[in-house]
């Protein structure tokens, strides 16, 4: 399922997980709603996606992206700038990271 709400919702849920689950996190008290809005560098079109388990309700993972459109050789090619990506610990190895970034990418 798909968490939806509104920014600050997000926020906190975003917080509350990496704070946890960030594979490079080495002080968790950093992440703030100031900080991540930093760190996503987030813009109109970003595109944030928490994933929780349907039966449980639980947060398997998180993934934010900014929309990208590169000019290569007079072609404009569309596609996302992953700027976070975050799997639950116990869920890492099970694809659910490819699984986020394809759908970011459709």
């Known amino acids: 399922g798909i968490i ?8 906190s849920f975003t917080i509350e997980f990496a704070a946890k ?13 100031d ?3 930093w760190f996503l560098q987030r813009q109109e079109g970003t595109f ?3 994933v929780r388990i349907k039966s449980s309700g639980k947060l398997a993972g998180i993934i934010s992206c900014n929309p990208l459109v590169v000019n290569a ?5 569309r596609g996302v700038n992953t700027r976070m990506i975050c ?3 116990q869920l890492r190895g099970k694809r659910l990271a490819v ?3 394809e759908e970011m990418k459709r």
């Open 48 to 50: 944030t996606l928490l």
């Open 73 to 77: 050789r007079d072609t404009l090619v």
């Open 87 to 89: 799997v639950h610990n």
């Open 4 to 11: 939806e709400g509104n920014k600050e919702d997000l926020d």
């Open 35 to 37: 900080y991540l809005d």
């Open 99 to 101: 699984i986020m970034i």
């Open 21 to 33: 689950h960030y594979f490079n996190l080495s002080d968790p008290s950093l992440l703030t709603a």
